[in-house]
């Protein structure tokens, strides 16, 4: 018995890590919050039965390491999770007659902010709880955060830093392409705060809303939270909304939050409880993963029954075809819902769904719809063989232990769709007037079959202009931007391709690695493109595969034929080739920090984040700065210098220090 309890442990402790690190480190969701929740509890429950538990267990470790190349900090102070309980009388009895401070539990990226003469001279992200990463920069940019505070002294707080659902929403809705829209405001979040380049942060409209204050040495606090909140907002932080509550009230408290969930602009997954009394807050001290100040409450989601009907297979561009679930619609939390995204085909399989089950539905956050059990499970639905668009062969294949079903027709209709799409951005051929909506228009009315088609809108003159959406002046507009596009440039070209794992850097990579052929683009090896710094195996062999294409490449040229390929700015002498350089600071040769990493990739150098030992130049104008960047160049004897200066260096000229 215990031989099998112990399996069972290792089995859930390795489900739960894998899961975690989807979520946290790779945006994937390869369980409900629901079942993750249940899985841990059992977990918890059977380390406590058996005295058992894992050095990797999610029980005991905090968070996972960071994986972007921010430069990373230890943190002074751990930063342990909460214990949590999804039962409002333990709440209460947590509290007992002591006063306690009741807050949203907000859902983005925890970051610690250090003030100093005033002044914010630091942020760290959470990270794994003891060592996070470097995100200053971001940091300051985030919409309400003050950058300069009236207390002079050293200030070390901690908050969350949050996107609101309006401007969640408002970036979302900017994004035609349905697969390259956000899931989510925290998933949001994470990716912007984590930003190698800050000016992505401030156009994302990034809050930080303050939950603790972890020192202020001289500030007489009077012993309570609630003063240190009420100081906090008179420096100039939004402080997290929060009622003060004991046991006896803490049920009206809670009420009170759950009636507020629909109008809190920023995204939360439950509530914090915190002694007000820091003395006795400390001297409970800590267990080796949970402080015994403060416990999360997570809300018992409110579950309705319902009969799964069908699952729709909806496929992407990408090829992948994600399993929805639509059901009889219920009301949950205020509004009706009659499907849920299943995500990929291991959940399915793991739910055991089938058609005409009974199914309990929630939604996650009191917002997104998500199957919290299946009754019945049936388990009789059936993996499509064939893609529901093109009727092609499907194929499953599991990635990152995550089971996936794929289309594997590189014509798919649902792919051209995207792959024009992509072919006509702004990084791409610049086509505008042409959305996503008329590409689709005008693939079902036989205008376009492939990428040259583009360029002989003109034949369906006629049609196009009796089109719901069209008249003369938006098809001449049109024209107009589809013969501007036939001059272009070859890295737009190659990102237009949409070759898997190329984006707009790595095409220019590739372009720049080769002499701009993309007759040598095409005929390279696996060796040879793997040769490059920042490719590698796995887009190397995208890279080969799609040009192994015949049928494909046969439309390609087609497309060439119709463009005329200048080297324009690309065609700049690479006199910073395998050049690692630095921005800080205001610019006033460029217009941003974007346009100068631009002028500074064209000529093969690479612009990294922070300053180390392999840095070339730190550029700053204000070369006497006492900056974190200039005192880490001053260390490593970086040579610090102004625009005019690196341009000269950019021209080949003799750079006097």
Not at 6 to 25: F, K
Not at 322 to 330: E, K
Not at 416 to 440: C, P, Q, Y
Not at 526 to 545: F, K, M, N, P, Y
Request: aromatic share 8%.
């Amino acid at each position: 018995m215990m031989s099998d309890k112990q399996a069972r442990i290792r089995e859930l402790t390795d489900r739960l890590n894998r899961a975690a690190r989807a979520y946290y480190a790779e945006g994937r969701e390869v369980m409900s919050n629901l079942e993750y929740d249940r899985l841990y509890d059992e977990l918890l429950a059977l380390e406590r039965e058996t005295g058992v538990t894992l050095a990797n267990s999610p029980t005991v470790r905090v968070g996972y390491e960071v994986v972007s190349e921010l430069p990373k900090e230890a943190h002074d102070q751990p930063m342990l999770s909460l214990d949590k309980t999804k039962e409002v009388e333990a709440l209460a009895a947590f509290a007992g007659e002591h006063a306690c401070l009741l807050s949203w539990k907000l859902d983005g990226l925890t970051v610690v902010l250090t003030y100093d003469g005033g002044e914010l001279v630091k942020a760290v992200t959470r990270g794994n709880g003891e060592i996070g990463e470097v995100v200053t920069a971001n940091a300051r940019t985030f919409v309400n955060l003050p950058l300069r505070i009236p207390y002079e002294g050293t200030l070390v707080l901690r908050g969350e830093a949050v996107i609101r659902y309006d401007d969640f929403q408002r970036i979302n809705e900017q994004i035609e392409d349905v697969d390259a829209k956000y899931k989510n405001p925290r998933n949001l979040c994470s990716g912007s705060v984590r930003q190698l380049n800050s000016e992505v942060t401030a156009q994302r409209m990034v809050h930080f809303v303050a939950f603790s204050l972890v020192q202020a040495p001289d500030v007489d606090f009077e012993n309570s939270r609630e003063q240190q909140f009420l100081w906090l907002a008179r420096q100039g932080f939004e402080v997290v909304e929060y009622r003060l509550t004991q046991g006896e009230t803490m049920k009206q408290t809670v009420e009170w939050f759950s009636a507020q969930v629909a109008q809190n602009p920023y995204p939360s997954d439950g509530l914090v409880l915190l002694y007000d009394d820091i003395a006795y807050g400390r001297s409970l001290g800590r267990t080796a993963k949970f402080p015994r100040d403060s416990i999360a409450f997570k809300w018992a989601d409110e579950l309705g029954e319902t009969t799964l009907r069908e699952i729709e297979w909806s496929p992407s561009r990408t090829g992948l075809i994600n399993p929805v679930a639509i059901f009889d619609p219920i009301e949950l939390e205020g509004s009706t819902v009659s499907r849920a995204s299943v995500h990929n085909v291991s959940i399915l399989k793991e739910l055991k769904l089938g058609i005409g089950d009974q199914i309990t539905v929630y939604k996650a956050n009191m917002i997104i719809p998500q199957i919290a059990e299946n009754l019945t499970k049936s388990d009789n639905v059936e993996i499509p063989k064939v893609c529901p668009v093109c009727g092609e062969h499907t194929s499953l294949q599991t990635v990152n232990g995550v089971q996936s079903l794929y289309c594997v027709n590189p014509r798919c209709q649902v792919k051209h769709i995207k792959a024009f799409r992509l072919l006509v951005d702004r990084d791409a051929l610049n086509i505008e007037g042409i959305s996503e909506a008329t590409i689709e228009k005008f693939i079902c009315a036989g205008f376009l079959k492939e990428p040259a088609d583009l360029f002989h809108l003109d034949r369906f003159h006629d049609q196009i202009i009796e089109m719901e959406g069209f008249g003369e002046k938006s098809y001449a507009n049109l024209l107009e931007s589809v013969q501007k596009a036939r001059t272009t440039t070859l890295p737009r070209i190659i990102y237009g391709l949409g070759i898997a794992n190329i984006g707009v850097s790595n095409a220019k990579l590739l372009c720049r690695a080769f002499d701009f052929s993309f007759e040598k683009i095409k005929t390279a090896s696996v060796e040879e493109l793997s040769a490059i710094d920042g490719v590698g195996e796995v887009i190397a062999r995208s890279i080969v595969q799609f040009f192994s294409d015949g049928d494909l490449m046969a439309q390609v040229d087609r497309l060439l034929s119709e463009l005329t390929i200048v080297r324009d700015q690309d065609r700049a002498e690479q006199s910073l080739q395998g050049m690692t350089v630095v921005v800080t600071g205001s610019l006033s040769h460029f217009a941003n920090r974007n346009e100068l990493k631009s002028y500074i990739e064209e000529r093969g150098g690479k612009v990294a984040g922070s300053v180390s030992s392999k840095t070339a130049y730190l550029i700053n104008n204000d070369r006497t700065s006492s900056s974190s960047k200039n005192k880490k160049a001053r260390e490593l004897g970086i040579p610090i210098i102004s625009e005019e200066e690196f341009l000269s260096l950019a021209r080949n000229e003799h750079l006097t220090e």
